[in-house]
Nanobody, 124 residues
């Protein structure tokens, strides 16, 4: 079992930045690939970014490429999402997720554990 708690969400103006964190506890954090997903009201949960267990491999949705950066610190058992140049369409609840096995994945059903989510609101 892996328990995860997101933090760092909030209200920001268009063009602003936020850094999300996801603190993990439970089984060995470093053996899991990790991902960020988001869900806006009335929409399905969508993939944002993912990172391999080592942190070397990363993958991004086209909509956030060049603006968001995913990273992890296995010693601190923490996953991060640096979000720059935020747009109103980035408004959503953001979730971190853990996947057994080290390879990245972009589909929600491939992930085994989820945090409770943190709200990000970008005002125009």
């Amino acid at each position: 079992q892996v328990q995860m708690v997101e933090s760092g969400g909030g209200l920001v103006q268009t063009g602003g930045s936020l850094r999300l964190s996801c603190a993990a506890s439970g089984r060995t954090f470093s053996i899991y690939a990790m991902g960020w997903f988001r869900q806006a009201p009335g929409k399905e949960r969508e993939f944002v970014a993912a990172i391999t267990w080592s942190g070397v491999g990363t993958y991004y949705a086209d909509s956030v490429k060049g603006r968001f950066t995913i990273s992890r610190d296995n010693a601190k058992r923490t996953l991060y999402l640096q979000m720059n140049s935020l747009k109103p369409e980035d408004t959503a609840v953001y979730y971190c997720a853990a996947k057994q096995g080290g390879s990245v994945a972009t589909r929600a059903h491939e992930y085994d554990y989820w945090g409770q989510g943190t709200q990000v609101t970008v005002s125009s």
